[in-house]
T-cell receptor, first 115, second 113 residues
Framework: EAQVTQNPRYLITVTGKKLTVTCSQN?????MSWYRQDPGLGLRQIYY???????DKGDVPEGYKVSRKEKRNFPLILESPSPNQTSLYFC??????????????FGPGTRLTVL | AQKVTQAQTEISVVEKEDVTLDCVYE???????LFWYKQPPSGELVFLIR??????QNEISGRYSWNFQKSTSSFNFTITASQVVDSAVYFC??????????FGTGTSLTVIP
């Protein structure tokens, strides 16, 4: 089954404790992306990657890191989480390259709470 | 600058009424893509439609229709004969080929039985 998976689905942590949210897709997509969703703000893009070893900042990259060492994986790293990073996080992938923007397929979301 | 505005934060309609969700976008690019996504109460994001900037034809899919007007930078979404299952948050999004996506803040639609 074609899908985007995220782990964990729920996470409660404390300020400053490094964490990683994994994202994996099995559709051989070039484009992958991370979003955060907050009430009243919609979805805001954190980082995106158009291919292996290529990553770019979105609207709200501060406090986050990503890496794209393999095509299928795009982990989101919070080196020192803070309470303002409490949010619902979505990973997405698509076949989009520089020539087109294809439909994004979203993972199920990760609910992160930073105390 | 790229921007998507969904001015309607919340809409409530009675079942079987028609409802239009507005989306206004800003971009200086001549090639771009517009999307609508649905987020039901269960939380997942469901793709509804993708439209490129060169295709201004309106589209109809069952009870759903989309009106794309470049002259007013709008990409509105109409649900005809709404049903309770249409209750969800709807997001409009803008993308320049392969690059950053810009989402609106969403419109929460409640269909009352």
């Amino acid at each position: 089954e074609a899908q985007v998976t995220q782990n964990p689905r729920y996470l409660i942590t404390v300020t400053g404790k490094k964490l990683t949210v994994t994202c994996s897709q099995n559709m051989n997509h070039e484009y992958m992306s991370w979003y955060r969703q907050d009430p009243g703000l919609g979805l805001r893009q954190i980082y995106y990657s158009m291919n292996v070893e290529v990553t770019d900042k979105g609207d709200v990259p501060e406090g986050y890191k990503v890496s794209r060492k393999e095509k299928r994986n795009f982990p989101l790293i919070l080196e020192s989480p803070s309470p303002n990073q409490t949010s619902l996080y979505f990973c997405a992938s698509s076949t989009g390259t520089s020539g087109s923007a294809d439909t994004q397929y979203f993972g199920p979301g990760t609910r992160l709470t930073v105390l | 600058a790229q921007k998507v505005t969904q001015a309607q934060t919340e809409i409530s309609v009675v079942e079987k009424e028609d409802v239009t969700l507005d989306c206004v976008y800003e971009t200086r690019d001549t090639t771009y893509y517009l999307f609508w996504y649905k987020q039901p109460p269960s939380g997942e994001l469901v793709f509804l439609i993708r439209r490129n900037s060169f295709d201004e034809q309106n589209e109809i899919s069952g009870r759903y229709s989309w009106n794309f007007q470049k002259s007013t930078s709008s990409f509105n979404f109409t649900i005809t004969a709404s049903q309770v299952v249409d209750s969800a948050v709807y997001f409009c999004a803008l993308n320049k080929a392969g690059n950053q996506f810009y989402f609106g803040t969403g419109t929460s639609l409640t269909v009352i039985p």
